[in-house]
């Protein structure tokens, strides 16, 4: 076991505008002074989620939905094996934080498009509503993915969020990604661009 490349700019770069994006967004939610930064963070939001759809089908390896999303079974055996305090060891995501990902995505694009019909003016008060609770549900899930990261951490002796700046895990040399796909993350960062100014244009 060695550290080697895990995760690819566009999941490093992707997870940390989300992380910064709904920071920003839940921070504004409740402010006309700064509506703009809400409508532009939850465009960032959205813009990330709508990205991490098709990287989960042609990503690397890692990157994949079929690599971290198991069935129940699996979910809870991981679960009990942290109450344990002997977890197994996932180069990638573990099956508990693969579903944490699956939900925050299906969220994070519920969220915005719910938040960008409010400020379009498509709906009333009620889409407000649901775009409150939506948000409400995201953040849960995302205390819930954090108390997870912590855990993990401190179980497998490894920083799972430097993992996530850095992209490198522990695993056998020849787990290790071949490309951290750079070009992917420049398209990202177009791609988050591009939304932030079509939502606000």
Known sequence: MQKILVWDWPVRLGHWLMVGGFSLAWLTGDSETFRLVHVIAGATVLAVATFR?????IGSRYAR????VRGPAAVREYVFSLLRLQPAHHVGHNPAGG??????LALGILTGLA???????LGGHWLEEVHETLAATMLTVVIVHIAGVISGSLL????????MVNGRKQGAPDAAIRSARPLAA?????WVAAAGWWITN
Do not use: Q
């Open 53 to 57: 759809l098709p990287w989960g089908f």
């Open 65 to 68: 939905f079929v690599d971290f």
């Open 99 to 104: 579903w944490a990902i699956v939900l925050l």
């Open 115 to 121: 938040g960008w019909a409010t400020y379009s003016d």
């Open 156 to 163: 497998h002796g490894e920083n799972l969020a430097r993992a």
């Open 186 to 190: 420049a398209f990202l960062l177009a």
